[in-house]
């Protein structure tokens, strides 16, 4: 019912579409991410590899989730165990294309042109859907003035491909990811704290710290950008660098994956509730892990707010901003966003 109201928003203009700006890569490889847990449990191989490190372009974050998680899951139900399922990204002149291919038993020749018909069911599978995941897959694609394609072969895979402009329009958009690097002469003039992914000595004094606990770097980059204007911000690899990391600094928040080699996310916000020195710090966790049993163990272990991937970053900064302002009056000192 829901995917049908989008269905009907993108048709009739109802909601605008909430254009954004910013690197689709992390975009993509938190989307991955997500799926990534099912696809382990499926014994199904999954991958992404993008040609750039980075695309800056504007999209419609609700937009593309919806369309990758679709193709994606899709790939997934019709993919058996040992399977592979692989997306790829690259930019062609003024659009991205991402493709979407599987290793699955693939799609009847006749079935193809009506792959994308609102309600179309094959009858080569039983488990087919509702036959409005696709509906909607293109609907979207097409809001953004991008175009879907798709080729298959019966007994070997599929492979879905997409090709968006990068620039929608002329006006400037809200930023979904704040950009990566400032110029080199706008950092001197700028009183702003600075990344410090490899320059833990150029934190000052007075300035709030933030620990980003991450083992993707990728990721850890994007959260770090989304924070750097008001955090000098440290980085850790896993649950062990991070509790090293945290003994040194004491910071003002602290930001954490689950899934992490050597010590996980948990064991790591365990280990800092049990510890007279850090105890005080909150903890947020941003993970792919979406399942409610998942979830209640987080909270349980200690953490103040578990958010999943790929994460709102107005609704990460508005936690920030509420948890370190909440830890700094139980201090006895004020704190403002």
């Given amino acids: 019912m829901n995917q049908l109201l989008d269905i009907a928003k993108v048709r009739s203009a109802i909601g605008k579409a909430d254009w954004k700006t910013g690197n689709m890569v992390a975009f993509i490889q938190m989307v991955v991410e997500n799926v990534s847990l099912q696809a382990a ?48 990204s690259r930019v062609a002149g003024k659009s991205i294309r991402i493709s979407v291919e599987d290793t699955g038993c693939g799609i009847k020749p006749d079935d193809l042109p009506r792959i994308f ?92 710290i933030a620990l980003v606990v991450e083992d993707n770097e990728d990721i850890a980059r994007y959260i770090g950008n989304i924070i750097k204007d008001s955090f000098s911000v440290v980085y850790a690899r896993n649950g062990r660098e991070g509790l090293l990391k945290a003994k040194e600094y004491v910071p003002d928040i602290i930001i954490t994956d689950i899934m992490m080699p050597e010590c996980d996310g948990l064991e790591m916000t365990r280990a800092i509730r049990q510890s007279p020195l850090l105890n005080h710090i909150p903890v947020i966790i941003v993970t792919a892990k979406s399942d409610d049993t998942n979830k209640l163990e987080g909270l349980d272990c200690g953490a103040d707010a578990y958010l999943i991937k790929p994460f709102n970053p107005d609704e990460l900064k508005l936690r920030i901003c509420k948890l370190v302002a909440y830890a700094a009056c139980s201090e006895g000192s004020t704190a403002s966003c």
């Fill in 117 to 208: 018909e609102l309600f179309f069911q094959s009858d080569a599978h039983k488990d087919a859907g509702t036959g409005i995941g696709l509906a909607l897959t293109k609907q979207m694609t097409e809001a953004m003035g991008g175009r879907i394609e798709v080729s298959s072969r019966q007994g070997e895979g599929t492979l879905f491909s997409l090709s968006i402009p990068i620039r929608h329009g002329g006006d400037r958009l809200e930023k979904w990811v704040p950009e990566a690097k400032v110029a080199e002469h706008e950092v001197a003039d700028s009183e702003a704290p600075k990344e410090t992914v490899n320059q833990d000595d150029a934190i000052t004094k007075d300035a709030d």
């Fill in 41 to 88: 449990r499926n014994r199904v191989e999954i991958g992404y590899r993008p040609e750039e490190k980075e695309v800056n372009m504007d999209f419609v974050p609700d937009f593309m989730y919806k369309i990758l998680t679709n193709l994606i899951y899709n790939a997934l139900k019709f993919t058996s165990q040992g399977g592979r399922i692989s997306i790829r």
